[in-house]
């Protein structure tokens, strides 16, 4: 008798959350659980016996370096962001570079031709597309309404096949800003934050793959490159950092740098919630260093989906009293 699959699909029972249904951008990719365990992933099958990470970076990536037991050298970054690289990589070591807010990817390019053992950061440049035979990895929950998930390129797949990850119990932040907003949720986001520390690897859950395959990509990717592109034309003259805006790029945020270290409070006074990159820096760094300067004075401005050239302007005319 032939076997009828469709005989085990239950029919009826009450209506489901209804998404569209689309594809996921990184359809070929490894679908991990976190960045950090994307991370782990390169470590556990690279078997470096030591790693380079930039001060300016956040510290969930200490989290695997430690688990697995791996060195780790700090290393600095110029003006442009770019790595100074004035030491002889070891032979045997992986050397991690950020992708800083999606714009470097030019950086990534010729960091490729030069480091054997490079591993791209890719957290804050979703749309970059991974370089053929770079490890790369991406954090989705930077760029869409996800609690976690994780694309990887790397050759080899580890040998066994991976526990699923379970999202539904951090998910309330997602669900409480509908009819709440951003602040009613901040707390379960900050809870819901704390939870994706110390995990095994796990392959994405069902839930973020589900929200991941039903968002319009070419729209979020356009909204992000316009929005940036305004406030870039806007604030290039004030902005204390120096950059082209890559063609066909759609960061993360705008960054822009100051001398006023006040400036992040004032705006967040004014509900413009502009985070700092990384809290952990401080403890990294000395006063004197640039990245100390980065995290005190860097203000990442929103420029994502969900923002109108209209949202863009109000920013503008916000910080305009500041600046
Ligand atoms: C630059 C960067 N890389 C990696 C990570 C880790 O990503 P995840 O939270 O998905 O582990 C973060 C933040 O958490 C980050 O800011």
Known sequence: MQKNNAALKPIGGYLELELPTGNEYYPNLIQLNTG??????ILKQKRYSKIYIPYFTCDALLEPIKKLEIKHQFYSIDEKFDPIINFEIEQYAGFLYTNYFGIKQEKVIELSNQIKNLIIDNSQAFFSEPLPGVDTF???RKFFGVSDGAYLQIKKKLPKKLPVDISVNRFSHLIKSIE????GGYQDYQTNNKDLENNEIRSMSKLTQRILSSINYDECAGKRERNFNFLHKHLAEFNLLKFNVPKNCAPMVYPFLSNDSHLK???IQKKIFVATY???VFKWTKKGMYENYLARCLVPFPIDQRYSLQDMFHMLNILRHFV
């Open 36 to 41: 950090r365990n994307a991370l782990e992933y």
């Open 138 to 140: 991406y954090s989705c």
């Open 180 to 183: 709440f907003g951003v602040e």
């Open 265 to 267: 409070v004032h705006l």
């Open 278 to 280: 990384w809290p952990n």
